[in-house]
């Protein structure tokens, strides 16, 4: 598989999107050099020097293809000759339905994998700054902690605001899984932005001894704590909720949650003591993240208590809130649709740089960086994948599927995501048919039923996408 006259694509990274980049790469018949600064300079999570070590759960979640959108990444990946999936599948250990792996010959295999490639050269090296234009080609895949030279080369490249080092993250929920009966669209004030109606919030309205059993159950929740290495990054502007909450049980409804503005549809005549808003976060009209509910709160916590807001105690989410560490850059605006650097063409990004959340979907983007840059490299058409499989949609989110808030235009909304059914466009209409002798079917059902569809529909496009023959 010898290839000596292609010149290499150079990889900054050899976290999971690093490794997979240059799997996919090489497999294309492009020679890669591989740049891995640990067995250099270490970081502080990372135990070993091995590529794609987990340095969190080994779990890669559900493995479910038929009706999860994790399962369906998943097989996707596996359809297009995943490194990191296959030895995911080599080094499984028992978790139900999950796929979760032995952490340590998982990262062994992919290390062994990949230095044994003939086309793959590793280098242990920290690439301090940007890659030398005379490489040529490259993909910067260094993950949420890239070491602070890097990431003062790639502010200075793409600007002072193009960085974020920590997820102040609010919880998106899916739009269909909110109570609209209880809730209703307004702006406050019926302000109507750029590109707005004046009803572009979901508006959750609480009495007060709602309000007051809401604060305290967010003040008593349970909260996770920073590692060591993080610090403590609160400021004023994007305090957790609960923090507010522990500030003064005002502080809420002055905050966040103020009425002033709103008038309840459903009952115009009675002032809301206080009001959740949700905005739309994605162009699809999916999902809405909830107006400032970041949160350090412990996952079972926060479905238990958002769940007390009314409007939302049947709420599906595709995201739950957090605080943590994770450089990433401004995709949406600085990469072109092929995860190309628009101020320097040749280079891209790769994984939880770019604005993803989880392994599989960093090592994802991993994949495509990879397979975008191979066609670049030997003079191809670069394919874009459909935005109705989850490697499009997941693309999309990431180079331009989100929403700029209309009432604060100058206010940076992208935020990393996991991979989820929000993201992927809606079915066509009619596609979602009543079983035959099944008298009931709503809510749940009707839910796992469109969940099939569109994971069957993303699985058959992939295949199409990547010329593989129906099986």
Not at 269 to 296: E, I
Request: glycine share 10%; with cysteine; hydrophobic share 40%.
């Amino acid at each position: 598989m010898t290839n000596t006259t292609i010149s290499p694509i150079h990889v900054i990274g050899g976290g999971l999107a690093g490794s997979e980049a240059a799997w996919q790469a090489a497999q294309a018949g492009v020679p890669v050099i591989l740049h891995e600064m640990r067995g250099v300079r270490g970081t502080d999570a990372h135990k070993t020097d091995d590529l794609a070590e987990l340095v969190c759960s080994n779990s890669f979640r559900s493995d479910d293809a038929t009706a999860n959108a994790v399962g369906v990444i998943h097989a996707e990946m596996r359809l297009a000759g995943s490194l990191v999936m296959a030895c995911a599948d080599k080094h499984q250990v028992p978790a139900g339905g999950a796929l979760a792996v032995d952490r340590d010959g998982f990262s062994a295999a992919v290390t062994e994998a990949i230095s044994t490639h003939p086309l793959i050269t590793v280098v242990r090296e920290e690439v301090r700054g940007l890659p030398p234009k005379d490489w040529g080609l490259a993909i910067v895949a260094t993950g949420p902690l890239t070491s602070p030279d890097l990431a003062d080369a790639i502010r200075a490249e793409t600007g002072e605001d193009a960085l974020a080092f920590f997820d102040a993250i609010a919880p998106i929920v899916y739009r269909d899984s909110i109570d609209m009966d209880v809730c209703w669209y307004q702006s406050r004030y019926d302000k109507v932005g750029p590109g707005g109606t004046g009803k572009d919030y979901i508006n959750c309205p609480m009495d007060e001894a709602q309000y007051n059993a809401f604060v305290d159950a967010l003040i008593a929740g349970d909260a996770v704590g920073f590692k060591e290495w993080e610090g403590t990054p609160y400021f004023d502007g994007c305090l957790p909720i609960e923090v507010m909450a522990e500030r003064g049980r005002e502080t809420l409804r002055h905050g966040p949650m103020k009425p002033m503005g709103l008038t309840n549809a459903h009952n115009p005549t009675v002032k809301a003591y206080a009001v959740v808003q949700l905005r739309q976060d994605n162009a699809l009209g999916t999902l809405y993240n909830m107006v400032g509910f970041q949160t350090k709160l412990r996952y079972g916590a926060q479905a238990e208590i958002f769940r007390m807001i009314p409007g939302l105690e049947n709420a599906e989410f595709a995201r739950l809130g957090g605080l943590h560490r994770n450089t990433y850059i401004h995709s949406p605006v600085l990469l072109d649709s092929s995860l190309q650097l628009k101020s320097r063409p040749g280079l891209r990004f790769a994984g939880q740089i770019t604005g993803c959340e989880g392994y599989v979907e960093s090592a994802s983007v991993g994949l495509l960086a990879g397979r975008f840059a191979a066609a670049e490299r030997k003079g191809e058409a670069v394919r874009l994948p459909p935005p109705t499989t989850a490697l499009g949609s997941l693309l999309n989110h990431i180079t331009g599927g989100h929403i700029v808030s209309d009432e604060e235009p100058g206010k940076r909304s992208f935020q990393p995501m996991n991979i989820n059914f929000g993201l992927f466009p809606e079915l066509e209409p009619g596609s979602i048919v009543k079983p035959e002798g099944v008298k009931r079917f709503r809510g749940k059902d009707k839910t796992i039923m469109k969940r099939q569809l569109v994971a069957a529909r993303a699985l058959a496009d992939c295949k199409t996408w990547l010329g593989l023959a129906e099986s």
